[in-house]
Structure formats: C-alpha cells, structure tokens
C-alpha cells in the first residue's frame, strides 16, 4: 500500500529528464573557491593561509561552533587567496581559493571502490568521525549530521528515517545514488542506526522511481532492520516532517524537532556520505549535483567537487543555452535563483536548474480571488493568503499567532495560486520579521 | 542571455489562472444552459443573452468610467454572473429588468466592493433577490416547461412544484394529496418542470459538478454540505409528519436549490477559505433553504440562505482556522 | 383620544426611561480626562505620522501633558512652532530642535551602478532584501523598490525612474522618519536642514574594500581618507571603509567634496563655485 501525507501537497511536473543518467564523475577543475559557510549555523574558522600545500581531503576550515561543521580541500594544491566572495544571496561570505596541483589525496583516505560492509566503530566514535567529515544533511537544508545523531538529553529516538523521496521535480541524483550505490546507502544506514541505538529504519522512496525503489527492496533483505516503504508522488513529502507523516503517522509538534515523536531523518546521500565517511575515511568533498534543463546539450548526475564554479560545472554540462535566463541552486520549488555564475558548488547544492524564460517566468499578479486553492495546497495547514495579507501589512504580531512560524517555505501556495501572486515572497519576509520578534521576546 | 532572473522560489507554476476558473465555470454551466434552450426555448435565449451581455458592459463600464483601472472583462467572471443571474430568472422576465437585474448584480454586487475577489456577496444573488423583492409577480410567474419554447414575454405559465406544495399545505391540503399535482421525481431530475431558466434540470446541474469537481476549480466540500444538511432536515421532518412535509429527495431535487449548491453557494469570494468553515457554511444553508421553505413567506429560500450565509463568512474564517499541522504544544 | 393619549404618555415614559438609565450610565462610566489633552491635541498637525514616536498624536499629546519634562519629545512635523504653542499651553520648557530632514545615502543610478541581475517579484524592497542583495554588484545599495515612497505620508519622496533611485522633495520633507524605518539597506538618515537648506554628506553606505566597492559603482565611498585629513574640524570619521560626515560638527566648508576622487560627497544648495570645473557633485543627485 502506498502511503503519503494527509494535510495539503501539490503536483507539479516531475521533469526528471536525468533519472537514467549514471552518475558522472567530474575532473578536478584548476582551481576551487571553497566558501567556509556552507551548512546551518556558525561559520567554520579558516586552519590555512595563503601558499599553505594541501592535499584532497585535508582539514582547512575547523567547525566554528557546536552547530557548524568541517571544511575540507576537494583538489591537492596551493592556496592561493582567502578573500570576501559573493554567497548565493549576495552578500559576502570568507572563501578559500586553492589551486590545482595534480590530484593526490590524504593517504588515510581510502579511495577504492571495494565495498566494506562490516561496523567496527562504536557509536560515539561514528559520530566522531562524522563531524569531523563535515557531513551536513545533503538534501539542501545543510544541518550538521552529528549534530542530528545526537538527540537532546532526555529525548530517545526510536526510528530512523531515510529520506529518498527526491519530491523536487527535475532532481534526480538521490535516485541515481540509490540505484548505483544501494549496498553503500544500506550500510551508511546502518551506521547511522548503530549511531542513534536504534533498530528499526524505513527509506521512504517516491512511487516515481520504480528502478530505484526494486533495488532497495532486493538489497535490504540482507540488512537487519531496514524497511522500504514506497509513497505515493506528492510534493512536499521530502519535508522532514511530511515524510514522518507519511510513514509513521506522527505529527512533529509545531515548533519541535522530530526526534520529539521519536524520528529522526537523514537523506539518502547523506547516508551514502556517511558509509565514505566512516568506512573509507573520506570527508565531504564532493557531492552528486543534477545538472539539468529541458534545453541543455548534456543534462546529467555530476560528481563534483566541492568548490568548483557554477560556471564550470555548467561547461561540463554542454555550456549555457541561449535561452536559459534563470540558473538555481536546487530544485524549482525551493532552490535559490543565483545572481550570478561565478558561485562555487556547497555542500547543499542538490541540483543545478538551467530554466528558459516559459518554465519560470511569473505572470503579473493579480487580486485574490478567495479560491482558496493556498489553502488545501500548504502542507502545514496555514492560510497563506492571510499570511500574505498581514506580512503585506506589517502585522508581524498578528502573523505569529496565525502560526507563519510553522511555515517550511515549501512554495506550494506560491505554484498553486490562479492570481499568480507571490505568496511566499511575502510570507518569507514576514517569517523572519516574526523570527526576529520571537528572538527579541526571549 | 545577458542579466540573470533572480526572484523568490518557487521557480516553477501550477499554470492555472483565474482565466481557466471562470472559463472552467462557464463550460460547466453549459450542461445547464442547454436545458434550458431545451425546455424553454427562446425565451430562455433572450434572458442569458441580455443578461451576459449587460453584466459585461456593466462591468466595463464601471471599471473604465468609474473606478478607472483596466477593464477585466476578459477574465470571464462578468460572464459567469451573467449567466447565473440568468438562470435564476424566469424565461418569460421582461428584458428592461433583466438589464436592471444584471446592473445591480455587477454594480452593487461586485464592483463596489472593488471587483473581482472583494464582494462578499454572491453578485448573481444580489441581482436576483434585487428583482424578486422589487418585481414579485415578473419574478413569480413561470413559463410551462418545453409547452412554451416557441414564445417568450407570452409565454404560458404555471407554477413551480415548491409553490405548488407551499399553497397546498397552506391550503390544509395533505402531502400526498399535492404529490398527484407535483411532476414526478424522473421529470425533476431531467427539469421537465417550472422554474428559472436555468435551475431546473438537475442532471445538467449534476454533470457541471463533476467537470469542476474533475478539473479542481471547486472542492466538493460545499455542495455536499448543502445537499446533504438538506437532505437531513427535511428526512427529519418528513419523518416526523409525513403529512405536511415533502420528501428529501423532492426538496433536493426542485427549486434552485441544486444550482445553489453548485454553483452560487460555491462562489470563491463570497465562500470560507477553511474546509470546516465550508461545512459549517454549507450546513447552514441548507437549514435555512429548508426552514424558509418550510416556515417562511416563500416557496423558495435557497438565495436569501446563501446571502445570509455570505454575510457570516468573514466571521467564519476568522474564527475557523484550517487544521493545523502539528497542534500546538501547551507548556 | 384615548389612543392619542396612551401613545403619548408610553413613548413619554419610554424615553424617560431610556434618559435616566443614560444619565446613570455617562456617571458610572465617566473616566476623567485631563482636558489639556483636547487642547495639545488640537495645536498638534493631525497628521499621525509617529514621527515623535508615538501611535499618533492623539497618543503623543497624552505623552506631552504627563511628562514632567517635555524637552525631549518634537513633533517633527510641526516643528519649533508647534512646540512653543504645546509649551504655552501646558506651562513647560521646550528646547529648540534644529529642522531635520531626510537624505538619501547612495547615488547608485543606473548609469553610475551597473544592474548584473534582474529581480522578478513582489515590488517591495524590504521582500527583495529577504531573498538578497540586489540587482547590483553593490550589496549595501538602494534596491529602487521604493519602500520608501510607499512609507511617506507626506508626498515628500518620489522615485526617479531613469536614475532608480529615490529623491527626497525638500519642501515636503517634515522629517518624521518613516522612511528611514521603511529602509531595509539603512541608507536613509535623517540630518540637520542645514543653514539656507545647505548641507554636505557622503552619499554612499558601501562598507565592502575600495577596490570591490568601486568595481561595482563609480561613485562608491572607497575609503580613502583623503576627505578625512582635509577636514579642518574633525567632521569626518573613516570606518569599516566608510566615511560619515558629523552633521553636527560639519561647517559646510566644501574642502572634502573637493578632495573626494569618486564624487561621493555631494553638497547641495550651496551657490556655484567661483572656479571653473571645481563644482564636483554628481548634478543627478543635487537636483532635488
């Protein structure tokens, strides 16, 4: 039986142009501008200075606080600059430059592909080894993994929760990981439940990925635990909370943290950077970005270092179409529109979206009309159009207690609304006003 | 490719517009539109045109001249009034009240209210129960059924199965005395009977409802609430005095009390935003439909529950909020 | 007539009736109120603008007649007058506060700042600040969104299209602020009229290095320092490669609109200068 989530959803076009693209690994590029603040939380403090030799996979920014996380090189080099670059939003951000010299990796990393199924760290000591890979959620929210792996004092995890449901259109890389590399996935699973002490864990894969959701089922009989749970197609079921729904019945409080109904949710390429992490010593320093748009030359599953420029990349992909006059970091629904090429690849960039004019160009908005289609679509019960109104107006007060908090900037009232109007435009600006009186509050 | 696009995701749209909605509401109508060119002819032709045709011009007109923004005509929701106002008018209604109708639905309706999205009443409903206050006996007399497709102002006329069981319990008469006057519950349901243009073919109602259902330009929350809160209460009643009170399924199925349901009750300005405020709404339509019918002065209630019901929906959706995810926490 | 009389003597009852429960009423639920209030309410503009920092001004009369010392509280917009007509009705000192008035920090128009990207989305600055820095190299720049116009309750502020940037109309300007609270980048801020409306200040609020700053508009402040050393009063304070001018200690002398090699510090109103070519504002932004 296929289960989903109960309050709201939407159903845009799945658009998964590369879901039979095999991952493709990318060379090192010349030179990569690593950015120190590529996850939640505090930026990392920068180890190396300029003309430091590193090698791929060394240390050169340490977590700058308990909500941070490691930094490592992606290429063997020199560092040539430690310069203010743009972030995605803009403004500036610490990077470090290094240049290529040749490729050779710390010689603690293994980089063989034989597969290493037996466990022989301790839980503490995976957490350990977690943090110090720089492991952050890879699914785009970038919270640091040991973090997670710690739950609260007082709070006991019962359940583990893969999530492989990729609900962004054009995104595929989470189902090529899983169907190339199903035994590693399954084994950083069961890192991860060793880690947490927990027995019981279910991948939760969208009905779309038919391939991907036979070859879990197949390889998991021979992993102690580990359920497969098909879903049906329905976007935001990737949300932490609406995946919780959607296999445990649960609902997250507002305003808590999953492990309050004893879940806790990491995504199936962090489980996959968790098994290299622990197994193979490799700390986060290149990740599978789906490069794609329905008019470039050579859309694709890209391994890429961490640090490469979005230019780069996109050569890689059959160069900028003339066309295209949008490029996002993620998916449609909640990626980032980048301002410009010149960005390096983080952590959290799950897709590369090429977008030409027809697919994403928005419609003069018109007055609502009360259809209140924002209504049934939001998946967290809320009344976007009044959350729109009262941001509009400034009624930030009034906008808490119509609970804009819980909103998880999913944009499905955005997409679904006949009036064209920017919803959660307003709603996000409202959100953080309303954060920054729930902070002043305290 | 020179600047790049940079905006708030999503990045990516469902598509839809109000244009499709209006235009989805129109096609749905159409079912309905031809019963109504089927039973009462050219009669009923005159009355949707000049209806349509002024609410269109009213619309344009007060738009430009008056409150002086670009004419939205073509988004098809003066269209929909039109059309609705129509089927709530006898087919034999003098045109010089129509137009008078059909200016006060869109003037006093919608456009003072500021347009599309802003009327807080159903505007077709506000033309409607303008002409049948205003012009009781033009408002009462209904042309017979398929007898009088060949004429209009003319026309022969008869009474509508409501009127005809209101008279006959008032007149002491027994439930099952007035059943033989009444037309059967097959002839209600295909609209062989008197009444609006537009509200007497159930079927044709029914087939709207599912191509809207279909196209998710309505959720069926509303209708079902009032059907079936109707459907209740007068079960109830029934029950309670088979004698004085008709069956549920003769209540469904005459008078405008299908269109309501369908198609005005549902209005997207004039309705709740909260799946619970639909219900509580439509529950509340469908006890006053039936308590006006029942008790009150006219045959006919459906349109005074629906703007009754209109008036209490800002109430509605301050206080009914849509089911939260995750229920708040108390410490 | 019985009838006639019945009505009259009912409906005669009826509102003395209604009258005595009034009267009982208005006594119950009488709240006194200083009448001073009415009375600073009525010399006050009426405008309800909070510039003075109250929910109104019926609120800011309450405030004017409860404090012991009201030196502290202006009415920006009726100014010196207004408050000496306040102080004369409630008996109290006022101190005389210098008019004010609102100034554009950023001189980024289209010709001096590049646009690199093109923002699509809900018209208001202060949603275009919580996705990013703007169309601009410049992350501390106007978005041109016009927040600002939209806050002004007093028609004092318009948006030039060809430059997208916001000018303040001097004559309508009563300084109450709105505008500065309504700018996400802060590059609005309130100083000293000046003597004959003449004033001097650094028309930029980039912090980035000179180099980048300059990159991505001509007429950035690129913290040089020059206009710092020429000051003869100790005016000028270089920060975060940023230089502010004190309006307080500024004495319009012009030496560092001189100086300055990117014409980011403007002078307005001051007459022609006698030398030719010297005159170094950027003429966009002196028009006012």
Not at chain 1, 273 to 296: F, N
Not at chain 2, 39 to 50: D, M, Q, Y
């Amino acid at each position: 039986m296929l289960k989903t989530f109960t309050t709201g959803g939407v159903h845009p076009n799945e658009n998964k142009i590369t879901a039979s693209s095999a991952i493709e690994r990318v060379a090192a590029p010349a030179t990569v501008s690593i950015p120190v603040s590529q996850h939640i939380g505090a930026p990392s403090e920068i180890l190396v200075k300029r003309g430091d030799q590193v090698m791929a996979g060394e240390l050169i920014a340490k977590s700058g606080g308990f909500v941070s996380a490691n930094i490592h090189s992606s290429v063997s080099g020199m560092v040539t600059k430690i310069e203010d670059i743009p972030s995605v939003s803009g403004y500036t951000q610490k990077a470090v430059t290094i240049k290529r010299e040749g490729d050779i990796w710390d010689e603690s990393i293994d980089t063989s592909d034989i597969l290493i199924k037996e466990i022989s760290l301790s839980p503490s000591e995976i957490i350990k080894r977690v943090g110090e890979a720089g492991i952050v959620g890879l699914g785009g929210a970038t919270f640091p993994s040991h973090v997670k792996l710690s739950p609260p004092p007082g709070k006991v995890c019962e359940i583990l929760l893969i999530n492989g449901v990729e609900c962004e259109p054009f995104l595929t890389g989470d189902h090529r990981i899983m169907v190339e590399k199903g035994e590693e996935v399954l084994t950083g699973i069961t890192i991860l439940m060793k880690a947490l002490g927990v027995t019981k864990a279910v991948i939760g894969i969208e009905n779309n990925k038919p391939d991907a959701i036979k070859r879990m089922i197949e390889l998991s009989k021979n992993y102690a635990g580990i359920e497969v749970q098909p879903l049906k197609v329905k976007y935001p079921q990737g949300g932490e909370k609406q995946l919780i729904k959607a296999i445990t019945q649960r609902e997250v409080p507002s305003g808590k943290l999953p492990v309050e109904v004893g879940a806790v949710v990491h995504n199936v390429g962090t489980a996959y950077a968790v098994y290299e992490a622990v197994q193979k010593k490799k700390p986060l320093i290149e990740r599978v970005v789906t490069v794609t748009g329905p008019t470039i030359k050579k859309p694709g599953n890209y391994l890429v270092r961490i640090g490469t420029s979005v230019e780069d990349l996109i050569e890689v992909a059959g160069g900028l179409p003339d066309d295209v006059v949008k490029v996002v970091s993620g998916g449609p629904m909640m990626g980032k529109a980048l301002p410009k090429l010149n960005t390096p690849v983080a952590k959290g960039m799950s897709g590369l979206l090429l977008l030409p004019q027809e697919i994403t160009s928005r419609k003069e908005s018109q007055n609502c009309i009360k259809c209140a289609k924002c209504v049934s679509a939001c998946p967290m019960g809320l009344s976007p159009y009044l959350l729109m109104t009262v941001s509009q107006k400034e009624l930030f007060e009034r906008a808490i207690e119509e609970d804009i908090m819980d909103c998880i900037e999913c944009g499905s009232c955005s997409f679904t609304c006949p009036s064209s109007r920017p919803l959660l435009d307003y709603i996000r600006f409202g959100k953080a006003e309303a954060g920054n009186i729930l902070r002043s509050k305290k | 490719m020179s600047k790049l696009l940079v905006s708030h995701s999503p990045h990516v749209h469902s598509g839809d517009s109000v244009n499709k909605n209006m235009y989805g509401v129109i096609i749905a109508l159409l079912p309905a539109l031809a019963a109504s060119f089927w039973f009462f002819g050219i009669g009923a032709l005159v009355v949707t045109l000049t209806s349509v045709a002024t609410c269109l011009l009213a619309e344009y007109i007060i738009s430009k001249y008056i409150l002086k923004q670009k004419p939205s005509i073509t988004d098809g929701s003066a269209a929909v009034t039109g059309l609705l106002l129509a089927f709530n008018l006898p087919s034999n209604f003098p045109v010089a009240l129509i137009i008078i109708g059909a200016i006060v639905a869109i003037g006093m309706g919608k456009m003072s209210f500021g347009g599309l999205g802003q009327n807080p009443f159903n505007p077709a409903l506000v033309g409607r129960v303008f002409l049948l206050i205003s012009y009781p006996v033009q408002m009462t007399s209904w042309p017979e059924p398929v007898a009088s497709r060949g004429s209009y102002i003319d026309a022969s006329t008869g009474a509508t199965p409501l009127a005809i069981m209101k008279e006959g319990l008032a007149s002491g008469s027994s439930y099952s005395e007035i059943v033989a006057q009444i037309p059967s519950y097959k002839e209600l349901f295909l609209g062989v009977s008197g009444g609006s243009a537009g509200e007497v073919a159930a079927i044709a109602l029914l087939l709207g409802f599912g191509y809207m259902l279909w196209k998710k330009i309505i959720s069926w929350h509303i209708p079902v609430a009032v059907i079936g809160s109707t459907a209740i209460f007068t079960g109830v009643l029934h029950a309670v005095d088979p004698t004085a009170n008709a069956t549920p399924l003769f209540h469904i199925l005459s008078g405008g009390l299908m269109l309501g349901a369908i198609f005005m009750a549902t209005d997207y300005s004039s309705s709740p935003m909260a799946i619970k405020g639909m219900w509580i709404y439509g529950i509340g339509i469908g006890v006053i439909t039936v308590t006006i019918r029942t008790w009150g002065a006219y045959p006919e209630g459906i349109s005074f529950a629906i703007l009754i019901m209109n008036a209490f929906v800002p109430l509605i959706d301050k206080y009914i909020k849509p089911k939260r995810f995750g229920e708040k926490v108390v410490e | 007539m019985d009838v006639v009389i019945i009505t009259i003597v009912s409906l005669a009852g009826l509102g003395a009736i209604a009258a005595f429960i009034l009267f009982l009423a208005s006594k119950k639920f009488q709240v006194f109120e200083d009448p001073r209030i009415d009375d600073v309410e009525e010399v006050l503009p009426a405008t309800n603008c909070g510039g003075c920092g109250f929910p109104g001004c019926r609120a800011f009369a309450e405030a004017l007649v409860k404090a012991d010392d009201i030196s502290s509280l202006n009415c920006p917009v009726g100014g010196d007058e207004t408050m000496q007509k306040v102080a004369s009705i409630l008996g109290k000192e006022v101190s005389k506060a210098a008019p004010m008035l609102a100034v554009v920090r950023c001189n980024g128009s289209c010709s001096n700042r590049p646009q690199v990207n093109r923002y699509q989305g809900a018209e208001s600055c202060a949603v275009a600040a919580s996705l990013y820095s703007g169309e601009t190299g410049c992350s501390y720049g106007c978005y041109g969104l016009a927040d600002c116009v939209r806050a002004c309750k007093f028609d004092a502020m318009y948006m030039d299209k060809k430059m997208g940037l916001p000018v303040v109309i001097e004559d309508n300007c009563v300084a109450c602020g709105a505008c500065v609270d309504a700018c996400p980048k802060n590059i609005i801020e309130m100083r000293k009229k000046g003597p004959k409306g003449r004033r001097i200040f650094v028309s930029c609020v980039n912090r980035d290095k000179g180099g980048v700053a300059r990159k991505s508009c001509t007429v950035a402040c690129i913290g040089c320092k020059k206009c710092q050393k020429e000051c003869p009063f100790d005016a000028i304070t270089v920060e975060n490669n940023l230089a502010y001018i004190d309006y307080e200690k500024c004495k319009l002398c012009r030496k560092c609109v001189i100086v300055c090699p990117t014409n980011a510090i403007h002078e307005i109103n001051f007459p022609p200068r006698k030398k030719p070519g010297a005159q170094k504002a950027d003429a966009e932004s002196v028009k006012v």
